[in-house]
């Protein structure tokens, strides 16, 4: 990660038609941070991440039959 926030800026732009749901991505000292129980999944940060480092997970079949 360098730190560009590209993920963040991405990550808002989805939410954006729901601003009850902040961005799941917060960057600290050139570090981004998923928060993955407010991620929805969309990929949109791995599509704009000028250096392939976010790498997406499957949540769990057990949390999402839980949502």
């Given at each position: 990660c360098i730190g560009c926030k590209l993920c963040v800026k991405a990550c808002t732009k989805v939410h954006e038609d729901n601003p009850a749901v902040e961005c799941s991505i917060t960057v600290d000292s050139f570090l981004?941070?998923?928060d993955y129980d407010t991620c929805i999944n969309c990929m949109e940060c791995v599509a704009?991440?000028?250096v392939p480092v976010i790498e997406?997970?499957?949540?769990s079949k057990k949390?999402?039959?839980n949502c």
């Open positions: 981004a941070t998923i704009v991440c000028p997406p997970i499957e949540k949390y999402q039959k």
